[in-house]
């Protein structure tokens, strides 16, 4: 066993860090153990409750005894229903053996790192990211190549951006639209864009992460690469899951559809790692994706309305400037305008983990600090709680900055 400074964790785990987001929730959830009045602005998920449709086909499926091992990647019920949805909302042909279902999108993901990557192979990640992405790559033996995606880019990848990222040693191109920490979301014609980069490097797939795909607003219409770029299918893997749009987190069920040698390739590491997800939890996913889908427009205007609070409370704070994103539940806000300021106590704001510290401490509001997301100085705040306790906490923000001098 290779041994590292801290004795116990091995060479390729020391190379990762904890989850940011999993630790300011934990944080959040001591204080308010300790009698604190805390607003946990930082956990990625829906506050609406799971349908009951969905509910009770999961009991139904215990009653049944559907509670043994199913097929490693998914029941062929599960997988049909995914190949219905990728048809009906994507206008996506993928057959039952182009599909894999793991314990959660990030299982997905991480298996298809796991399957395709070798010591030094490279993963393109636009920045800001899903925080667990550039750890997932270092966990399956890859290098993250971030690329920073700046706020006049909207944070979205540019066709040059990637162009100049890509490498003999490219292996995936990771998009995630709608975005998670940004919410930012890539039109059609931005997409194109991409593709036309990648049709000249036949050797980088593309890793499109849509988990956010029911959670737009707007005018925006959601499309992922596969739809405007079919030439390139043989290489993207298009993953998804129940767990935001179905206030489904605590299931465990994400999908993907790929190409089949890539799918079978990840069937290999799910045998050896998770063997299926949870029986129950597929089958209520079955219900979710295949039962009545007219909640979720109800759901995205809730979400857009709570948009629109939320931005135009941050941008009337003072220092603060808030972009009004397309999608997801995230804002990503920045805090240029309060670097170098200080407490009333007398400390400098000097970096976003330094505004999210004295936030937290002050207000009693958890928000997760842009330098987790590979992009500074910005602030996540996940917009998934009731309007009453978000307007109470952008309140809450309005008079930190206020305050700071
Ligand atoms: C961008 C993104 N992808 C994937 C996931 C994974 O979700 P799950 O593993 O619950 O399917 C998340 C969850 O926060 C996310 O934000």
Request: contains cysteine.
């Amino acid at each position: 066993m290779s041994q590292t400074a801290s004795g116990l964790e091995s060479a390729t785990l020391a190379r990762v860090k904890p989850s940011p987001t999993l630790a300011v929730t934990a944080r959040a959830r001591e204080l308010k153990r300790e009698g604190r009045d805390i607003i946990g602005l930082g956990a990625g998920e829906p506050d609406f409750d799971t349908p009951e449709n969905v509910k009770e086909a999961a009991i139904a499926a215990i009653r049944r005894g559907e509670t043994k091992y199913t097929d490693v990647d998914g029941i062929p019920e599960l997988k049909q229903a995914i190949v219905s949805k990728f048809k009906r909302e994507n206008d996506l042909d993928y057959a039952s053996n182009q599909i894999h279902v793991a314990p959660g999108g990030k299982s997905v993901i991480y298996n298809a790192f796991l399957a395709t990557l070798s010591a030094g192979d490279q993963v393109i990640i636009p920045a800001p990211y899903w925080v667990s992405y550039p750890d997932m790559v270092l966990l399956a033996g890859g290098e993250p190549v971030v690329v920073a995606c700046p706020e006049a880019d909207g944070f979205r990848l540019t066709a040059a951006a990637l162009e100049a990222a890509i490498t003999p040693r490219t292996r995936w191109l990771l998009i995630n639209s709608p975005s998670n920490p940004t919410g930012a979301a890539y039109s059609a014609a931005e997409l194109e864009a991409l593709a036309e980069v990648l049709r000249r490097y036949p050797d980088v797939w593309v890793l499109t992460d849509d988990i956010y795909e029911h959670l737009t607003y707007g005018d925006y219409r959601f499309v992922t690469i596969g739809q405007i770029a079919a030439d390139l299918m043989d290489r993207i893997l298009t993953v998804n899951g129940v767990s935001k749009a179905y206030a489904m987190t605590g299931w465990r069920i994400g999908y993907a559809g790929g190409p089949k040698p890539l799918i079978d390739l990840m069937r290999k590491v799910a045998g050896q790692t998770t063997t299926n997800p949870a029986s129950i939890s597929q089958w209520a996913a079955v219900e979710a994706l295949n039962g009545p889908q007219d909640f979720l427009p109800e759901r995205a205007a809730a979400f857009e309305r709570r948009r629109d609070l939320v931005v135009s409370m941050l941008n009337q704070a003072k220092g603060l400037r808030c972009a009004r994103p397309d999608g997801a539940f995230y804002v990503y806000p920045s805090i240029e305008g309060l670097i170098g300021k200080r407490t009333p106590a007398g400390r400098e704001i000097t970096s976003d983990g330094a505004f999210a510290a004295e936030l937290l401490d002050a207000e009693g509001v958890a928000v997760v600090q842009g330098e987790a997301f590979g992009l500074s100085p910005y602030f996540r705040i996940s917009y998934a709680t009731s309007d009453d306790l978000l307007e109470d906490a952008c309140g809450r923000i309005q008079r930190f900055c206020a305050s700071l001098d």
